[in-house]
Each structure stands twice: as structure tokens, then as C-alpha cells.
């Protein structure tokens, strides 16, 4: 069995591991977003990969979702004392990361052979690739002017209001034959409760990533990011207003509706299934916030048996080991 | 009273720093050699700046001399968790200082203008000052191929032979207005106990250094970095006998004898005297082991009465303080 989710951030990252604890390690692809991918001290950060690989490792920091657990903070105490003030916070073990990617693509390996080396390394056994081998950098149009990603995300906290979200280089960035070819072959296909417009469409739109999907066999899934009209983490909801959308579960399975057979949304939210089964797809209603590594390996399970009922011939549920170590440990 | 120190590792700071201590910070420059940086992980690594640096701030490792005194290593774990084992080791604290160099250099900010802000950054007011902003790369030919400067003398702990010993670029690169004008307005020079092969002679080939010593009416002393015939730190006696000379006083003052005015060397030393003043130089010889941070204030303070009393003017001699913190707690 092949699982692929489509991710960004940390939402995107507990539903992967809730696969990942669910349907086995090894049978799940994970294609991350790389439009936040910037450059900073000449470190190359990819920070939605490294959220994906820390949080299915079990490493990562179960407070800010990004970053590593228990990290250590010298060498920003250090860039303290000289007077800067990184409004990105890049933590002593964390630097190592980005260290090691920036090395590797200088050597000439392609962000998809880093990712694979890094995941190895920190004892994966799922797939984790990058959207592509091209640049793409999600820039966002505000009242107050064009920012980075990270700009507005990081530094300003998502408070400019924004007009506009774009993806530079996207019409010349391709998905990598490992990414279309993970869509081709999956039997399942979900798209994990990130941002759609920051973190997920980033992947829509990168070439050959919508043919691929109109064009896959297996069912799609995507699981509402929005609970009871809020995003449970970032500005999902205060984007859908600013571009004059409500913040709804409805309003996320319009986002999809040409991908997707079947939407998974919160037992909050349950007043919208007539309306989106309306669009055609099949609906989970269920508990989606993860705050325990049992709640995700729970939603994986359920969202793989709530994909396996949409196809024609079911190939069996998903399994939940007793215990849930971390796929590192095990 | 301009005083300007010529220095490269570990022995040129230490003399740089008995000077600040013995003539007064403010009142010294410190043209150090560029010809061993290198880049690794993306950063931009200037080992004998931060040498120098480290050192004049009283943070340097006073085990190792190179990296910061009780830096921290969580970022070297990480690496070797990843599999990853670098012979080139940098503390938690000290990527703070390449990580700000590779992003002002980035910016646009010249080598000088990046070493002045961080040097200030940390409290000295000695003027550190790169010998070029161009690019000089040391490299040495071996018995077993050509070898960067890192590769040979860190990886390769200087056990290779050597056969020769090049500067890639130096020919095109130029010494900055602010090197050409220290030197052009000392009142004192001071060629530092650096490996005169490795640390000094980049900065004497680099273009417009040469000339500018001819010119300059400072005297201009040399502190032998061998005594009794052998290095304190590092390969400079090793590589006198690979390039077929004799590992002596007398050789480092016969390297030099076409700049310099006076010689300094160790006691043990002294039978070298007559034929170094046949050399038609001025000879102090003295202790010049620097073991202690008295050490180094005591032979600064003897290295700049010494060129004193080789002018025909006397400038007085120099001023020890009764306690010597180092510049940044004064």
C-alpha cells in the first residue's frame, strides 16, 4: 500500500505522523512545500521539510511545532552579544540541519537527495520530498507592501492584512519525477490540514502536481485545517476573510473541490456536511484537533478507512501498533 | 602613537595582545592574515580575524587557541547524529560570528567593513583589519598533492611534506587603503611570532604591503616564533626543514632581513645573536614564551621600547597597566 500526503506546516506534520503511525512507516510519501524555503546567515532553510522530518523523527518541539525539542540556544545567545537580533529563532541543533543542506546542495545534490540523506540519517523510513527540485518562494501582498514568506509569517506574526498570495518561480519549477510518480502509484492521497493557501497550493500549483492528482487513481482526501470556523494554528482563517472568503470547513472543501473525492472535518463543524456533500464528496465528520500522538495515529486511521470506503474495491483499514513510539525508536 | 602588529594564529595574537596591553588598545592596528579563510556549510570562515578577535576580547580558548573559551558543541552532536563527522570543529558560540560574517558579507559589506563591526561588537577598540578585502587562498603542494590550507593543517594535523607553499590570487589582490595607511602612519611595526611561511607571508605578498614597508619609517621589529630551534605551536620548524633550510632564529631573521630593522628572540636563542646583527639588525633577546597574560604584556612592552631604541628620536617607552583584564572589561 501507498500513502501520500501533501503537506506544509505543523498541522500538516502531525497528520503525516498520524499516517505515518497508522498505516506503517514505510508506506507513507510525505511532499512537503518548499515555498518557504529561504536563505538566512547563507544557511539554505527549508522550514516546512524540517518540521515534517523533526515531527515524524519524535524530535520536535512539542511547544512551538517547529524547531527541535529541547534545543539548545548559545549560538543565538551569541549573535545576541554582537548586537543582532534574528527575528528567526535557529536553535544550536537545529543549525545543524540547515548546515548540512546548505553543504550538500553547494556539493550539487538536489533538495530531493539532501531530504532523502537527512531523513535517513535521523532513522526515517518515510518518504519526505521536497515539492521540487526548482525555487519557488511564497511571497504575500499586504497593505503595507510585498514581504518574503517569513517576513510576514515570522517576523510580522501574520498581522499585515493580505491582498494577495503569490509563488514566485512557480511557473518554472516542476514536481520531481519522485513526486508525480508517489501520486501515480498511491493508493490514498491526503491532503493534510495546513494552510491551504500558504502551505498546500504552493504544491497544487508546482508543474505536473494537478495533472497528477486529476489524474490519480486513488482516492483524495483532505482534511479540514479550519475547526469551528478558527485555524488551529497560523492565519488560515484571517486569510479567508482578508481575500473575502468565510473561514469555513466549507470554504476549505471549495479550495479543493477539483482534486478531491472525500473531505474530513471536525464534529464542530458537522452543519456543513449537506453543503459539501453537495459538491459531490463523500465527508468524514470526527475529531481532528491532535493534541496527543494518539489523537493523530486515531485521525490517520480514520481518515485511511474513510478513503478506503470511497474506492470500489476496499483494500482493508489501517492498523494502530499498541504502542506509539516515535518511527525512530521502533 | 600608532603601533601595527603583522599577525596570522594563535602566536600573533598573543603578541597583538601583549601590545593592546602594554601601549594601549586604542592606540593599535592588527593587519592579520586572510589567506587561510575558507568556507564550509556555507559559511564564511576566517579563522586567524577571529583568532585575533577572540583573543584581544579575552574569549579565547585558552586550551585549544582557536574557538571561544567555553563555547558549546550541541551543534557538533547534531552533525554527528546525521552521520556527519567535520575535522573542522565550530562551537555553538563561534558559528555566531561566521554566520554574521556570511550574511554582512551577503549584504554587500566588504571584508574590513564586517571585521570592524564585529570586532567592535565585542568591545575592542584595536582596529583588526583583514590584509585584503580580495580573495587569497593559501594552498600547499604535498607529497601527496596540493592541499587547501584547512585540509593540510587541520585535517591533516600538518603531517604531509611539503615542497612548496602558494597564495591562489594573491597576485590580484590588493591591500586595503586602511592596511597601506596603518602601516604608512605607524610609529611602530611589529611582525608577529606567526609561522612566516603560513600566517606572515601572506599579508607581506599581498599587493602594496611590500612597498608600503620599504616606505615606512616606523621601525620595524620581528618576534622569532621559533625558539631553540623548534615552533611553539604549529609547523614552522616541520616546514623549514622540508623547504631545505634550518629551523633557527637566524633563519626567521634572514626570511624577514629585507624589511625589518630589529629581531627579537628567546634567551635560549642568544648564540644566534652575532650573526643575526651581522644581518645589520637591531637584536633583543628576551623571554618571549607568552604563558601567562603578563607574559604577554610584559614582551609587548619590551618589543616596543626595543624598536624605541632604534629610531633616532626616542618616543618613550610604553605603559604596562598595574591589572590587565582584558580590553573588553576595561
Redo the contacts between chains.
Keep these: 500500500m501507498n500513502f501520500v500526503a501533501l503537506a506544509g506546516g505543523i498541522g500538516g506534520a502531525k497528520m503525516a505522523d498520524g499516517l505515518a503511525r497508522s498505516v506503517g512507516a514505510e508506506n507513507l510519501t510525505v511532499i512537503v512545500n518548499t515555498g518557504d524555503d529561504f536563505?538566512?546567515?547563507?544557511?539554505?532553510i527549508s522550514p516546512d521539510v524540517d518540521t515534517v522530518m523533526y515531527t515524524l523523527a519524535g524530535l520536535a518541539d512539542p511547544d512551538h511545532g517547529w524547531g527541535?525539542a529541547e534545543?539548545?540556544w548559545?549560538?543565538?545567545?551569541?549573535?545576541e552579544?554582537?548586537?543582532?537580533h534574528p527575528w528567526y529563532r535557529l536553535?544550536?541543533?537545529?543549525?545543524?540541519?540547515h548546515?548540512?543542506r546548505?553543504?550538500a546542495l553547494?556539493d550539487g545534490d538536489t533538495p530531493t537527495q539532501v531530504t532523502t540523506r537527512?531523513a535517513r540519517?535521523?532513522g526515517l523510513t518515510t518518504r519526505v520530498l521536497p515539492m521540487t527540485d526548482g525555487k519557488v518562494r511564497t511571497v504575500v501582498d499586504t497593505a503595507s507592501g510585498t514581504l518574503a514568506y517569513q517576513e510576514y509569517f515570522v517576523r510580522l506574526r501574520w498581522q499585515p492584512r493580505v491582498t494577495a498570495i503569490r509563488f514566485e518561480g512557480v511557473e518554472r519549477a516542476e514536481a520531481t519525477l519522485e513526486v508525480l510518480r508517489a501520486i501515480e502509484t498511491a493508493d490514498t492521497i491526503v491532503l493534510c490540514p495546513s494552510n491551504p493557501y500558504l502551505s498546500v497550493d504552493p504544491i497544487l500549483r508546482t508543474g505536473g502536481v494537478r495533472d497528477a492528482l486529476l489524474n490519480a487513481s486513488a482516492p483524495i482526501i483532505a482534511v479540514s485545517p479550519i475547526v469551528g470556523g478558527s485555524a488551529l494554528n497560523g492565519p488560515a482563517a484571517k486569510l479567508m476573510r482578508e481575500l473575502g472568503e468565510t473561514p469555513s470547513a466549507t470554504t476549505v472543501a471549495h479550495h479543493y473541490a477539483e482534486f478531491i473525492n472525500g473531505f474530513v472535518m471536525d464534529v464542530v463543524d458537522a452543519e456543513h456536511e449537506h453543503a459539501i456533500r453537495d459538491l459531490g464528496l463523500g465527508v468524514l465528520v470526527t475529531r481532528t484537533v491532535m493534541k496527543s500522538l494518539d489523537d493523530r495515529a486515531r485521525l490517520g486511521c480514520e481518515v485511511v478507512t474513510f478513503a478506503d470506503s470511497l474506492r470500489p474495491e476496499h483494500l482493508g483499514g489501517c492498523r494502530i501498533a499498541d504502542e506509539l513510539p516515535p518511527q525512530t525508536d521502533r
Tied chains: 1, 2.
Design positions: 536563505d538566512l546567515f547563507g544557511l539554505r527541535l534545543d539548545r548559545a549560538n543565538f545567545e551569541m549573535l552579544r554582537y548586537g543582532a536553535g544550536d541543533r537545529d543549525l545543524a540541519t548546515m548540512l546548505t553543504q553547494r537527512l540519517a535521523l
